[in-house]
């Protein structure tokens, strides 16, 4: 099979979840002897990545993924005469949209890589409510072209595949859930005596996105703190100024950013336990992330946390602050868990479980 990938997640934002999750395929396509693979991407006109894919003549901005006039001239303008000339049988996009514009060939199948519908669902941040309207139209346009002339649709979780079904309930004979693959941390930890961590502390990752839902969770911790001054200080991977004005001094409150994948590491194992209190997750990256390392967990009800978690994970709903404030204070009680079965359940979202999965829906398209 000659497979196009669409690469441009992957050279703009390698670390970001997105661009990792597209690095994942390319290996996956790669470890597949049926498989011939073709990059397809946009870079500046010097990027080394041009040396590997297919780009256009005209150089684009690195961190220009997003931008309108880009994608157009890319999925419009280039895309479906690159894969015609390339001989590309089947094409995978993978950042919620980004399948070719115009008339689908006939012989050629359509893969749609979906991670969410947070674009179409939710009030997402931007820079002004004027490119907040421009988005919220072109990502309605561009996700609704693109499932409609997929042949599949993978999505990274069951709450996922259902929330795709209520928006477009035509694509539900092609959806498919490929859970995202988490590798695990490799070397040893990084050093972080220089973020000046307490002993013991709990840990949050992603303040920007309201669904995150940092603030109402920052507010629950702080009255836990009042009732009990044994609730550990809280570390937040983000930045401080994503919360209102009144939260980001508050004592006990810690924020870390530009961290590397050692220093992360270390945090996660680290941390007396990571909470996740997203009112929608798509997957859950951090989750794993954070089991892979031993790190016991609790996670808000009502998205993709509720599978991707350990069963016997604390749970919490994202909008009951007393019912939160009491498990917090019943936690910071409690002695360390065993490491063990939390590593295990990790390791289902591993190399090898992804690999599987991935093969048997490259197979159905053969």
Not at 298 to 310: K, M, R, W
Not at 329 to 350: C, F, H, I, N, S
Request: hydrophobic share 40%; with cysteine.
């Amino acid at each position: 099979m000659r497979i196009g990938l669409d690469y441009r997640p992957a050279t703009s934002y390698p670390n970001s979840g997105i661009g990792r999750q597209t690095l994942a395929l390319e290996a996956a396509l790669r470890a597949n002897p049926a498989v011939q693979l073709q990059l397809f991407t946009v870079a500046p006109e010097d990027h080394r990545i041009r040396r590997k894919a297919h780009c256009p003549r005209w150089g684009s901005p690195l961190q220009g993924l997003h931008r309108l006039p880009i994608r157009l001239k890319f999925e419009a303008g280039f895309l479906p005469g690159a894969l015609r000339e390339a001989g590309i049988e089947t094409y995978i996009a993978n950042f919620n949209m980004g399948l070719p514009l115009g008339r689908k060939p006939e012989g050629l199948k359509y893969v749609l890589q979906l991670h969410d519908l947070f674009q179409l669902t939710l009030t997402n941040a931007h820079g002004s409510q004027l490119k907040a309207r421009v988005y919220g139209y072109t990502d309605k346009l561009s996700i609704g072209w693109s499932v409609k002339v997929a042949d599949r649709v993978w999505v990274p979780s069951q709450y996922t595949a259902d929330e795709l079904v209520k928006l477009f309930p035509q694509a539900r004979d092609k959806v498919r859930v490929l859970p995202n693959l988490v590798l695990p941390f490799s070397g040893e930890p990084g050093d972080i005596s220089s973020l000046q961590l307490p002993a013991r502390y709990w840990l949050a990752v992603g303040t920007r996105e309201p669904r995150k839902n940092i603030p109402w969770f920052v507010s629950a911790w702080q009255q836990a703190r009042q009732q009990n001054p044994d609730t550990p200080e809280l570390v937040l991977v983000g930045a401080r100024e994503h919360l209102p004005s009144a939260q980001q001094h508050l004592h006990g409150l810690h924020f870390v950013s530009d961290l590397s994948d050692a220093q992360l590491q270390a945090l996660y194992a680290g941390a007396a336990r990571l909470w996740q209190p997203s009112y929608a997750e798509g997957f859950g990256l951090p989750v794993i992330e954070a089991l892979g390392l031993g790190t016991p967990v609790a996670v808000a009800t009502g998205s993709a946390l509720d599978e991707i978690t350990p069963a016997d994970s604390p749970r919490f709903s994202p909008t009951d602050t007393p019912a939160l404030v009491a498990l917090m204070t019943r936690l910071a009680a409690e002695p360390a868990v065993d490491a063990g079965p939390l590593k295990a359940w990790a390791q289902g979202y591993g190399e090898a479980a992804y690999r599987r999965r991935f093969d048997e829906l490259l197979e159905e398209l053969r």
